[in-house]
């Protein structure tokens, strides 16, 4: 059950729609000098990006290949990047591959080199801007990046160089089978569709309406 998973989350700190693929701050807040951390969730399926005891813990459930994802990048990248920053958000990413057709690899690779970048040596900060970059080159359809084409968006970005480097080397970070089943789960849990991008505040067990163009804000204030 969702709500089990949500406890557990907690004690450890639409089909093809309009609106997706298918198929003010209270207070001031300092960053960390260290920085935001990013790690692999617990059950091995997501990228935890951010202080685990931030006061605003969503997921985003997200596909590289969907255009709407990119759109949620575009517009709001900087300002989760800002608030990850400030100690006030953490962001589980959870990639999805239901739009790798026809044998298509590319949002498995994509997804591959997002696992190898995180962990220590990333700061928080660094992988969601990886994040955004990855999401502003995205060619749906089209062949994948190659090894060396994720690796540099990983280096631009900041990520560590010890992570550039196994990207480069098509090192395996994740099961991507296991991880988009798991994640696809973890999804049905919440929605009866399987779409993205789909974003859930884990602490209050519910979807966010990500087309209010101040959801975020609304999110923080509410803390």
């Not at 919440?190 to 519910?206: E, F, R, S």
Request: proline share 6%; with cysteine.
């Amino acid at each position: 059950m969702r709500i089990t998973r949500l406890l557990g989350a907690l004690a450890m700190s639409l089909a093809l729609t309009t609106a997706g693929c298918t198929q003010v701050v209270s207070g001031v807040a300092a960053p960390d000098p260290n920085g935001p951390p990013t790690e692999i969730t617990k059950d091995g399926s997501g990228i935890q990006v951010g202080f685990t005891d931030a006061p605003l813990q969503i997921e985003i459930f997200t596909e590289p290949q969907c255009p709407h994802c990119a759109q949620l990048q575009h517009d709001f990248g900087d300002e989760i990047s800002s608030y990850i920053n400030l100690g006030e958000l953490a962001v589980t990413y959870r990639p999805m591959t239901f739009l790798d057709v026809d044998g298509h690899d590319y949002s498995a690779r994509v997804s591959n080199a997002l696992f190898l970048a995180a962990g220590p040596g990333t700061g928080g900060v660094h992988f969601q801007r990886y994040v955004e970059v990855l999401w502003s080159h995205q060619k749906p359809g089209a062949q994948a990046p190659s090894d060396q084409e994720l690796a540099d968006m990983a280096r631009e970005s900041g990520v560590g160089s010890e992570h550039v480097a196994k990207i480069a080397a098509g090192e395996p970070g994740v099961d991507t089978g296991e991880m988009a089943d798991q994640n696809v789960e973890f999804l049905s849990e919440i929605q009866d569709t399987i779409g993205t991008p789909t974003v859930y505040d884990l602490k209050n067990d519910k979807i966010i309406d990500i087309y209010d163009n101040d959801w975020l804000a609304k999110l923080l204030s509410a803390i």
